[in-house]
């Protein structure tokens, strides 16, 4: 298998666009996460899918933020109007169970909102 | 929720030093316990973990001990090596979510 792979790795916008960040997981993992990295905060989620249903978003950091996952292939995390403090790499994690079980993380993608 | 402190934020070591990092928990619920390592440029990686009933687990020149009375795990790393430079965080799990620590930077010098 390829691992979790996102796309895009690096996304540069201007403050007020929309940005779309996508992943897909491995093949057969029963369980997305969706998880920001900065400096400041470190590492932390945002929200998590279970067979494609969103289970806790309370990481969520605003309306601005929402995720989606419309099959077992396929997540999305968009953010609208951005802004520069969303600068971060955003992580996409996938696995086959929950709590007790190892998640594998894929490249991030970098967001820079100017 | 959840919080998990990490210590020390860097940590430089010679090489064939050993390296200990701790980290402790505060829901006495959370119930397994991963460490992952992070490399500039890339997502993390799991190196490690230990579950709730278990005090101690070793994988060649990793361990990790858990402590679930006093809330509190660390990594060893013997023989440190070049290559085990990177980024360390350890994560604590309840509710099949992770709260990570806030990582440290181990730097082994040659």
């Known amino acids: 298998d390829a691992g979790v792979i996102q796309s895009p790795r690096h996304e540069v916008t201007e403050m007020g666009q929309e940005v779309t960040l996508r992943c897909k997981p491995i093949s057969g993992h029963d369980y997305l996460f969706w998880y920001r990295q900065t400096m400041m905060r470190g590492l932390e989620l945002l929200i998590y899918f279970n067979n494609n249903v969103p289970i806790d978003d309370s990481g969520m950091p605003e309306d601005r933020f929402s995720a989606k996952m419309p099959n077992a292939s396929f997540s999305t995390l968009k953010i609208q109007p951005s802004e520069p403090r969303d600068s971060a790499v955003y992580f996409c994690?996938?696995?086959?169970?929950?709590?007790?079980?190892?998640?594998?993380f894929g490249p991030g993608t970098r967001l820079t909102v100017l | 929720g959840e919080n998990v402190e990490q210590h020390p934020s860097t940590l430089s070591v010679q090489e064939g030093d050993s390296a200990v990092i701790k980290c402790t928990y505060s829901?006495?619920?959370?119930?397994?316990f991963p460490w992952y390592k992070q490399e500039l440029g890339k997502g993390p990686q799991l190196i490690i973990d230990i579950r709730s009933n278990v005090g101690e687990k070793k994988d060649q020149r990793i361990a990790v001990t858990l402590n679930k009375t006093a809330k509190h795990f660390s990594l060893h790393i013997t023989e440190t090596q070049p290559e085990d430079s990177a980024v360390y965080f350890c994560?604590?799990?309840?509710?099949?979510?992770?709260?990570f620590g806030g990582g440290t930077r181990l730097m082994v010098k040659p």
């Open positions: 829901d006495s619920a959370s119930n397994y």
């Open positions: 994560a604590a799990s309840h509710r099949n979510m992770l709260t």
């Open positions: 994690a996938s696995s086959l169970s929950g709590g007790g079980d190892e998640q594998f």
